[in-house]
């Protein structure tokens, strides 16, 4: 036990802990994306309150939910303590920048996680917070016709407070009463400053999942002459490139078609 605590506690197990919480957190960038895609679904926010209804409903998906929660804290906190103690050992900087392959996004990663972790308070905030903890979130009731499969949508007021969603069946109609998440995304991406914000973030996030994705790689020793390459690829157009601009992209076409 003394020395699995003492391989932790050491730079390199450090490193480790954040290599390991860094890809769980680029495997939930993917299914939050595609979760948030569901914006995009042309049907009054139907796809997108059922969706937000059943992450927060779905015990493992909480779990889940949980985990990741702690490994954001985590990854920060080593962040945090690794980039102290790379400092404490070098106190005094170099009187000239010395030449090196190292990129930007490389000699940055303090600062693009600092901006990630306050968007993140942000956000969460902004949605996550309010939609779990507050009453300013809305009702929508979705009633969709069973034969011709058309749904429409109307604004509902429940008559308890306790109540946080349903599903039922009246006549041939299936009607859903969820909170209206959608019309708090519309209202936040309305606004010019959070979608300036938003952006920023994303930019933040392509540089910091440029370096960091590969880097997780070397940390782990996966490293090989086939296969570094492809690591690289994924990383470069996948993580830093599609995963950042798709997000970016919700804040843009929700603010310009308001």
Not at 191 to 205: E, F, K, N, P, S
Request: charged share 15%.
């Amino acid at each position: 036990m003394s020395e699995f605590k003492q391989t932790f506690n050491s730079s390199l197990g450090k490193k480790l802990i954040m290599a390991l919480t860094g890809l769980f957190l680029c495997t939930f960038l993917i299914v939050h994306l595609g979760g948030n895609l569901l914006l995009f679904s042309n049907d009054g926010g139907y796809s997108f309150n059922v969706y937000a209804n059943f992450l927060t409903h779905f015990p493992p998906i909480e779990v889940i939910a949980y985990l990741l929660y702690i490994s954001i804290l985590v990854h920060a906190l080593y962040a945090t303590i690794l980039t102290i103690k790379n400092r404490r050992a070098r106190p005094v900087s170099y009187a000239s920048s010395p030449k090196s392959p190292t990129s930007w996004s490389s000699q940055n990663m303090g600062l693009l996680g600092s901006i990630l972790l306050l968007f993140i308070v942000i956000h969460m905030g902004d949605f996550w917070y309010k939609y779990k903890f507050t009453d300013t979130v809305a009702f929508k009731e979705y009633r969709t016709d069973l034969s011709s499969g058309v749904t429409t949508a109307a604004n509902f007021t429940p008559a308890s407070k306790d109540f946080e969603h349903s599903v039922s069946t009246q006549g041939n109609e299936e009607i859903v009463r969820v909170k209206d998440i959608h019309a708090k995304v519309a209202a936040s991406f309305s606004q010019l400053w959070y979608v300036i914000i938003y952006v920023i973030a994303m930019g933040a996030l392509s540089f910091h999942l440029l370096h960091g994705f590969q880097s997780a790689f070397r940390t782990m020793g996966w490293i090989h002459r086939k296969y570094t390459p492809i690591v690289e690829f994924i990383g470069t157009w996948f993580f830093a490139v599609v995963i950042p601009l798709g997000f970016a992209a919700m804040p843009i076409v929700y603010f310009l078609n308001k």
